[in-house]
């Protein structure tokens, strides 16, 4: 279908020109035929990199123009929103404002009230309904994105929830292809359309060495033989010879390095400039940077959520520009950015499940589709290849039946646990308001979890949630309760907090971060009972482990306890990172999640009438944030002071931003001019 067929705007049709489109695809034209510019609620299920997003563009634009309000753009996760709202940012050349916000759980972001266009992820936005902004009545359009992700265990009840509300509304949901996707459908009530159209055809095949050669082989009957013993080097190094490009996906970090420097040595490629580039990226730990440093001046990298954000982005970017040909990475990649190649190998199909110890499980054929689904770059490769590796030539029947020719598990509810289904209905009460027993069941009722479940575990979760006061009688939120919707934070990391607050033990920092550290809600880190943290410094608040899983959930938490507690003592990063084994974007992670559920205890303390903890907490949350000591705190309230910068000035006797308005000339000779009229312009604001 030609641009020019289609009823849109002239300056829409352009933005859509000047990206290089002249004619929709094929699930593009089925969704216009299907009503999408007439306001039709559609699911669209089709295959990574088929062009979903344009679609949801289109619908998002012409939703505004034609029928007014808002829009909301919802994804799974906040790589993806930074993605998306880069597009989206497209459609200011007509007029339309857009706005990006995730993070921050405890704030209605009043400012949103300015812009048509949000996006934004499913936790924000489920946490924006529960502060009922003014702005989100006006609302009238969402797009959700990657709703395949209710399969997840973690976001998936996140995902079910967001999508029952947004549901009452006009909506557009995109998915990966699954194989249930008209009963998803009838449960949206909206038009399926499901095609197997990918702009780059894909074939799909196993990988293994056999004899001192190495074979491929596809399910189309295709036979590929080459030298060598290793499979992963010799299908790298066939494909890079090409002009193509790679994609490795490994089960763990550890994997995903090694293969990088494996391949490395076999390419003989040479760039130096890539290297002094990755040399430049502040926000890393210096052996990160060195190490890839190393890799890509050779034209390989390694990707993991260890890595910085923007060592991550400067690997996604020289991929994207031709200049790594190659990236080992885990899974993690998959499911973020768009980032294709002419081949992929998936090297692991069994991973590690940490719930049951020593337990290696296969990974569903989801997340191998969503892996394959990177293979073929559009406008560069006829074709794209994805290939499992597979340990010996008697396992390839098995693969090629249990991934290639299978397909995708079906999507259902990851509501029914405690955890999740508490957690739902404490969000329901809050956002809904005060509802009586049918109600509430109704509304329940409404989610993909069987009419069964909710039936046999009503009465249980309502008794929990009131024994432990989220609820008095009547299904009406105590102040607690309400408290605890606001923070969005899971009721058990509640109860958590405040059953260990409420022992009446003395307050003491590292006690503190070693309670959040084992909620629910917190990051989990590997660790051993052995390792040398143990030795803490005061009385905790949590009782010491029974068996050999509570014990590694205890160990991780004191292991985060001891990095947070570092962190806050203004140990230098690299250090931290070095000694406990963790990337700088780990480290930034633990902050981020730690700083959130201190802020959320004080809070928590402040409405159960613990004042002691709630002022402890509150500036706890403040030196988590900044990872400084208590005296540097209103040095880095002041803007471009960080924690280093504002050390600095704290020994040259600046203590305030009273102290640096005074006294500009020696922040300026020890900061430098440039960053130091910076720093005394925010300083100047603040006293102002």
């Not at 002249?22 to 510019?37: D, H, M």
């Not at 082989?217 to 190094?237: N, W």
């Not at 230098?572 to 963790?582: Q, V």
Request: aromatic share 8%.
């Amino acid at each position: 279908m030609e641009l020019f067929e289609v009823p849109l705007r002239s300056d829409v049709l352009e933005v859509i020109r000047k990206r290089g489109i002249t004619r929709f695809n094929p699930i593009q034209e089925e969704a216009i035929k299907s009503g999408l510019l007439d306001g039709e609620r559609l699911l669209i299920a089709s295959p990574t990199a088929s062009g979903k997003t344009l679609i949801a563009e289109i619908a998002t634009v012409n939703s505004i123009l034609n029928r007014g309000g808002k829009a909301v753009y919802v994804t799974p996760l906040r790589a993806l929103t930074l993605e998306k709202y880069r597009t989206l940012k497209d459609w200011e050349s007509i007029g339309l404002s857009v706005a990006m916000t995730s993070g921050d759980y405890d704030t209605d972001d009043a400012w949103l009230r300015n812009y048509d266009i949000i996006v934004t992820t499913y936790e924000k936005l489920d946490s924006l309904w529960r502060h009922k902004p003014k702005w989100i009545d006006n609302v009238k359009f969402f797009v959700l994105d990657e709703v395949h992700y209710m399969n997840d265990p973690s976001r998936g009840p996140i995902i079910e929830g967001v999508v029952i509300r947004a549901k009452k509304r006009n909506f557009l949901a995109l998915s990966a292809t699954v194989s249930n996707y008209d009963e998803i459908a009838n449960w949206l009530q909206c038009k399926p359309i499901a095609l197997n159209w990918r702009p780059v055809p894909l074939r799909e095949g196993v990988l293994f060495q056999v004899k001192g050669k190495v074979i491929a082989k596809m399910s189309d009957g295709k036979i590929v033989e080459m030298k060598g013993r290793d499979p992963i080097i010799a299908y790298t190094k066939k494909i890079v010879d090409e002009e193509g490009q790679v994609l490795i996906f490994r089960n763990s970090r550890r994997n995903a390095e090694q293969t990088a420097y494996k391949i490395a040595e076999s390419l003989g490629i040479e760039q130096r400039d890539l290297g002094e580039e990755v040399l430049e990226i502040e926000d890393s730990s210096t052996s990160e940077r060195k190490q890839l440093a190393e890799l890509v001046e050779r034209g390989v990298a390694y990707h993991h959520a260890g890595l910085s954000r923007g060592l991550r982005e400067f690997i996604e970017s020289s991929f994207l520009t031709g200049k790594i040909k190659v990236i080992s990475a885990t899974p993690t990649l998959a499911a973020g950015v768009n980032l294709p190649a002419r081949a992929v190998i998936v090297a692991d199909i069994y991973r590690y499940n940490r719930k049951v110890l020593g337990y290696q499980e296969e990974i569903p054929v989801m997340e191998y589709k969503q892996m394959s689904g990177r293979a073929g770059r559009p406008g560069f490769d006829a074709i794209g290849e994805s290939l499992i590796l597979v340990r010996n030539e008697k396992a390839v029947q098995k693969i090629f039946e249990k991934y290639i020719l299978a397909k995708p598990e079906p999507l259902t509810s990851k509501m029914a646990n405690e955890r999740s289904f508490y957690s739902f209905i404490l969000g329901t009460l809050a956002i809904e308001g005060e509802l009586n027993r049918d109600e509430l069941m109704e509304y329940l009722s409404q989610s993909l979890v069987s009419r069964k479940y909710i039936e046999s575990n009503f009465n249980s979760a309502i008794e929990w949630l009131e024994e432990n006061q989220f609820l008095t009688g009547e299904y009406r939120l105590t102040d607690f309760g309400r408290k605890v919707a606001d923070l969005y934070v899971n009721p058990f990391t509640a109860k958590v907090i405040k059953d260990g607050l409420e022992k009446g033990k003395e307050p003491c920092t590292f006690a503190y971060l070693h309670l959040l550290a084992s909620t629910p809600d917190a990051p989990l880190i590997s660790a051993s009972i052995s390792d040398e943290f143990l030795d803490f410094p005061c009385e905790l608040y949590l009782d010491e482990p029974e068996d050999e899983l509570e014990a590694l959930d205890f160990a991780s938490a004191l292991k985060i306890a001891s990095i947070v507690e570092d962190w806050i003592s203004e140990v230098d990063e690299d250090k931290i990172i070095e000694s406990y084994s963790i990337g700088s974007g780990d480290l930034r992670a633990i902050v981020e999640t730690m700083e959130w559920l201190t802020y959320s205890a004080s809070k928590i303390a402040s409405v159960i009438g613990l004042k002691e903890h709630a002022k402890e907490l509150e500036v706890l949350a403040l030196r988590v944030a900044e990872g400084v000591n208590e005296e540097l705190i209103p040095l880095v309230k002041i803007k471009n002071v960080g924690r280093k910068r504002a050390r600095i000035l704290y020994h040259y006797g600046i203590r305030t931003s009273e102290d640096i308005v005074k006294k500009q000339e020696i922040v300026k000779k020890i900061l430098g001019e440039k960053v130091g009229e910076k720093i005394i312009e925010s300083a100047s604001q603040i006293d102002s």
